[in-house]
């Protein structure tokens, strides 16, 4: 899995890290530990946010599918009952 981060968004990540410490931590972090830091949680812990992230997008496609004949279903012949409904109505 690629964790690679665009050179903004890494940046920005490194800066909320720091400002983490900084309100914290009883002593600051520097550019370097803060994106070996990063690097860390990104290479161990995104998999498992990916992985559950795929998961809630499967079973939320997963429930749209599954009700697509409820959903999309259409009654087939219906001209000459619907005719006789409108038959009915108009007695």
Same mark, same amino acid.
């Given at each position: 899995?690629? $964790?690679a981060?665009?050179?903004? $968004?890494?940046?920005?990540?490194?800066? +909320?890290?720091?400002? *983490?410490?900084?309100?914290?931590? +009883?002593?600051?972090? +520097?550019?370097l530990?803060?994106?070996?830091?990063?690097?860390?949680?990104?290479?161990?812990?995104?998999p498992?946010?990916?992985?559950?992230?795929?998961?809630?997008?499967?079973?939320?496609?997963l429930?749209?599918? +599954?009700?697509?004949?409820?959903e999309l279903?259409?009654?087939e012949?219906? *001209?000459?009952?619907?005719?006789?409904?409108?038959?009915?109505?108009?007695?």
């Amino acid at each position: 899995m690629n $964790t690679a981060l665009p050179k903004e $968004t890494r940046a920005e990540a490194i800066n +909320s890290i720091q400002y *983490y410490f900084r309100e914290n931590m +009883s002593e600051p972090v +520097s550019d370097l530990a803060a994106g070996l830091l990063l690097d860390f949680f990104l290479e161990e812990f995104g998999p498992l946010v990916y992985n559950q992230a795929i998961a809630q997008a499967q079973a939320r496609m997963l429930k749209y599918v +599954s009700d697509l004949n409820g959903e999309l279903y259409a009654d087939e012949f219906q *001209y000459w009952p619907r005719l006789e409904r409108k038959r009915k109505k108009g007695r």
